[in-house]
Each structure stands twice: as C-alpha cells, then as structure tokens.
C-alpha cells in the first residue's frame, strides 16, 4: 500500500494490519506444531528445534491479544450504533459462549478421532480456544461493568477496567498455580473446575502447555485496552501516530518488566519467570504492542497489502485453519510419521500444510463471497416483485 495524503485510512486499511497479525500468528503455529509432531529425537536436539519452539510461545498471546482487540472495535461499533449496555453485553457474551461451545466441540472431535486411546478427561481440556470464549465472556461482563451513555467516556473506562484487570489477573496468577491451592480458596475444587483457573487437567498440579483464566485471559483483556486506546476519537483521526504510541509503551513494558525481574525484592514466595511471573507477562504484551506497530507499518508503508497477500488472507480465517491443520499435523490424518522425520522432511511437510491451509482459507472466502452475492441478488429481485 502506497503512502495516502489522507491521514485517516480507511476502514479496510485500519484492519488489514490485524488480519495480518492473526495470519503471522498462524504461520508460526503451523511451524510450532509441525516441527513439535514430526522430527526425529535427533532434530528435536537441534539449535533450530529450539528457535522453532521458540517462536511457538507468540501465537496463543497473538490470538489472545487480537481476540481483545477485536472485541472492543465490536463492542464500540455496537455502542456507536445506539446499543445499551445490558443489550450489548448480551451480544458480546452470547458469542463468547458461541465461540467456547466450538472449543467443546473441537475437543468432542479430537476425543472421538483418537478414540479409544484418548482419555475422557481430554474432553474437558483448558485449550487455547476454550480460552478465548471464557475471556470473551469475561471481557463482556467488565465492558457492562464501564459502560457509559457516553460512548467516548466508555471507551475511556473500558481502557482502565480491561487493564486493571490484566494487571490483576497477572499478579495473582503466581499464587493461584502455587500457594492457594492447599487453601480454602481452592483446595475444595474438583481438578474439572480447578483446571478452569490454573490448567492443573487431572494431573494434580498445573501444566504449563494449558491455557487457563491465569494467566492467559491477561493477554485478551491487555488486547481490549489497547483496542479501545485505538478506537479513541483521537487515534482514529491520527491512527499512525496512535499505532506508534502503543508501540512506545510496549517498548517501556518491556524495560520496567526486566528492571523489575532484576530487581532484589520480591513479593511473591515462589517465583516462576517463565511460567507464572507477572514481569514475563508485561514483557510479552510488550513485544504483541510492538508486533501491532510493525505489522500496521508493514500494512500501511511496506508491502503487506502489494497485491495478494497471504497473511492476511490466513488472518481472516484463522479459525478454520486452525481446526483443521491439526488433524493434519498431530491427529490420526497426519500427512507425515511422527517423530520420524528429518529436518528436511519436516520442513518439506510444513510447506505443505502452510500451502493447503492457505488453498482452504482461499476456498472458504470465495464460498462466502458468493454466498454473499446470491443473497444481494434474491433480495433485489424481492424488492423487483414487491415493487
């Protein structure tokens, strides 16, 4: 996309930088799973298995993040056009239940692929897109909670209620994996509804490779405040510099995060920076407001919308690629023999996935398009009888 004279772009350009982020989110998830299904113990040793893995720690925080931010230009758009807090409310946590209602479904699904060597219990799993619905849920009970008659004024407090709640999310989360749990505050939970806070599935202690409400619902509400920041009358009149400004203050995170680490004073009895630490937290949202600064400069300024781009197209299905590369990675269809292959192999498999999904996004917006086109054309063609 060429530089505009018109300093506020147009709606298309204003989200095609957040189809982009969700399409590079994709990406590094099918590398993350590929390389993770189907190298041999030998590749699993190497320096690149490491950076691939590496990289697999940014698509849940992306999609998480992007899942706030899209869900406060819902929320605003439903606000600007009249809606009122309990009606919008309604609207925004009936999808929220909509969307975990399909990560039920999709667990149903994996249960019933692998079926009978997958346990019962996977049924109930804490996975990224159960994730996602309960925090839609959540973000739209503290959208109800700052509701404004003035719309501007809600976008304000939505900021202040979404990040203070980030923020306490993420500084209780260390004593909900560890010190709570012997207490009163948790210890009477079955594991069936324990998981829903610390991941802990039946296996008596949380589990890292979960996605449960602490930490992981931090990263969607820090999304629903920076999304409501961009929604501001000010940053949609000036988007560039608003865009630039949440990447400075991701870049400040950052810094204060790492002072704080390497701080001598600690407040919390066990102190895991990988797993549960707050400073790891801030630190990723940092780098997903520095992502949304490099993606928007890549869409507006670079060649992220020269022509066809495939990011974005992958971006506005990621749901459905989502779904389906993992039946073709590590169900029962795998394209490939796990934990057999070499470097080379894997990769030559990767690019075949990536290829497909993209073939199906494409496949799936070409439907919907037409479907789209059909209804346009038999409701003209009432409007010609009715005339």
């Not at 590929?34 to 040793?45: C, M, Q, V």
């Not at 407090?157 to 260390?174: E, H, K, Q």
Request: with cysteine; hydrophobic share 50%; proline share 5%.
């Amino acid at each position: 996309m060429r530089l505009c004279a018109n300093p506020m772009p147009a709606p298309q350009q204003r989200l095609a930088y957040i189809d982009w982020m969700r399409g590079l989110a994709c990406v590094l998830m099918f590398q993350t799973h590929a390389y993770d299904a189907w190298l041999g113990p030998a590749a699993r040793k190497s320096t690149f298995f490491m950076w691939s893995q590496l990289l697999g720690t940014f698509p849940a925080p992306l999609f998480l993040f992007l899942a706030g931010i899209s869900f406060a230009l819902v929320t605003d758009k439903l606000r600007s056009k009249g809606g009122s807090a309990s009606e919008v409310a309604k609207t925004t946590i009936r999808r929220g239940a909509e969307i975990y209602g399909l990560g039920l479904l999709f667990r149903l699904q994996e249960y019933m692929i692998s079926f009978p060597w997958a346990p019962w219990q996977d049924l109930v799993r804490m996975d990224v897109l159960n994730n996602i619905g309960i925090s839609m849920m959540l973000m739209g009970v503290v959208c109800w909670l700052t509701a404004s008659s003035d719309v501007s004024a809600a976008r304000k407090r939505g900021v202040i209620g979404a990040g203070a709640t980030a923020l306490a999310i993420a500084m209780v989360t260390p004593m909900v994996w560890t010190t709570w749990r012997p207490t009163l505050l948790m210890s009477w939970m079955p594991w069936p509804v324990e998981t829903f806070f610390d991941g802990c599935h039946n296996l008596g202690v949380p589990q890292a490779w979960l996605f449960p409400i602490f930490p992981w619902s931090a990263f969607a509400f820090s999304g629903l405040a920076c999304g409501f920041v961009l929604q501001s009358d000010w940053a949609k009149s000036k988007l560039a510099a608003a865009v630039a400004l949440v990447g400075v203050v991701g870049g400040g995170l950052i810094l204060v995060a790492r002072w704080f680490d390497h701080s001598p004073r600690q407040i919390y009895s066990v102190y895991d920076f990988w797993h549960t630490s707050p400073n790891f937290f801030l630190i990723r949202v940092g780098m997903l407001m520095l992502i949304v600064f490099g993606a928007y400069a890549w869409c507006r300024w670079g060649a992220g919308q020269w022509g066809f781009s495939p990011m974005i197209q992958l971006g506005q299905t990621s749901l459905l690629v989502y779904w389906v590369h993992i039946e073709f990675v590590y169900g029962r269809f795998s394209i490939l023999k796990k934990g057999q292959q070499s470097l080379l192999g894997a990769s030559a498999g990767l690019a075949i996935i990536t290829l497909s999904m993209l073939l199906l996004s494409l496949v799936r917006t070409r439907m919907k398009d037409k479907k789209i086109e059909l209804a346009s054309l038999f409701r003209k063609k009432a409007a010609a009888a009715g005339a």
